[in-house]
């Protein structure tokens, strides 16, 4: 096995990052991070697009030609084959991400349990599909794992109903195990945090005996997250089974504090972003020496840590394409680490967020906030669009 990329990495070549992308793809994607750096669109964007879709205002085939042509792979899996097509060509796998949101029935709850199978069938035996993912929230209902999380007793019809969501959660993880298709599973807020790290501890425990199925996401915005790894990485060692970790450093980070502020107690996210990123580089450091027992999904769209964790894999000698080291971004954000890694051998992937539009806004609202300007700063997408079009223009 080789254990050095074949080609030398660079993040500024836009040239590799976009070259799936015809004119028309670039000036549309131009486009729409302009529109999404201003902060006052993005502040006022999310209630009126909100109310025009509850009011049933036919606003559905605006926001598909734009944003979420931009961010998502279609409304379902079928839809999302050109995107899984377009990444191939550039060596970067898929993950279909069934981004509903919110939904509290249970007949929801066992209608996405199915779909998320769905997702794995259509992984299995396709090298392009290496990584499928799933939310606790997507088959369970919020307020049942937030009575658990703060250790509520749980009434008759509750237990049976957290009976229910166990049953599912391992529906899907043993269908991934059956099939060999590793799954990840998202991290979400704090407060429902403990008991989603629960189950993913149970079902790793049952399906990663034998090799990497099952990932638990890790936050590394929260000062307790770098102890996890190192608690989990212990349990997994004294019981036999891989340690999967699926890194970020964390999506609901105002909401997090704004709640700890509310209620009174102490806010669990660090206190700035440089120690976000630096537990978040531990994180990886950690991982990599115990790369044997520990399988990373680095999921960032930091160009330090991803660089960091190439030079990582160099210096303890790993194979650039090694199973138990992926990276990984979201469709339609960070080409230029996406496209360059796979291009210089390592294993990357993106998620491709998929379902129907109404249920994917909070998604794509969570992208636009990312995205907005900061201090009237062009964003980091922007910017490399500007700079290709540049580069195609000379
Ligand atoms: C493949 C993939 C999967 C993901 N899955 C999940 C998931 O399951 N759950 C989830 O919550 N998020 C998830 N995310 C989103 C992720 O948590 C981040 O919000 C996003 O990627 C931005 O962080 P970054 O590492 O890419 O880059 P950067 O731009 O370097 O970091 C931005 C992040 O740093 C942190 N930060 C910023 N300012 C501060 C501050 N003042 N103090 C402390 N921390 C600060 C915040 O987390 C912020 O999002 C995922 C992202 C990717 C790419």
Known sequence: METSPKKPLNFDNTEIAFRNQSDADLNA??????VISSNFLTRVGPPITNFFLN?????????????????????TIAECEKRIQQ??????GTILDYSVEGEEKETVFDFT???????????????RIPITVFKVTGIARFALLEKLDAQQTLNDAEQAEFDRVKVRCEKI???????????MIDAEDSWIQDTIDQLAMDMMRKFNKNGIIVYNTYQMYRHDKLASIKADHEIAKAEGFILGVKMVRGAYMEKERERAAAMGYPSPIQPDKAASDKDYDES????????????IVCGTHNETS?????????????EYNHPHVYFAQLLGMSDNLSFNLSDAGYNVTKYVPYGPIKAVM????????ENTSIAGQTSRELGLIIKEKKRRNA
């Open 173 to 183: 993880c043993r269908n991934a195990f059956e099939r060999k298709v590793p799954i």
């Open 113 to 127: 349990c199915e779909e998320i199978i769905r997702t794995i069938e259509r992984a299995d035996g396709d090298p």
């Open 87 to 92: 990444l191939a060509a550039g060596r970067v």
């Open 306 to 318: 991803c660089r960091l964790l190439t030079e990582l894999i160099d210096q303890y000698n790993v």
């Open 362 to 369: 909070p998604y794509l609202f969570r992208r636009a906030q």
């Open 55 to 75: 009011i049933g205002l036919p606003i559905k085939g605006i926001i598909k030609a734009t944003i979420f042509k931009h961010f998502c792979g279609g409304e």
């Open 29 to 34: 994607g131009y486009w729409l991070f302009k």
């Open 284 to 295: 990886l450091r950690y991982s990599m020496v115990n790369i044997n027992e520990i399988a």
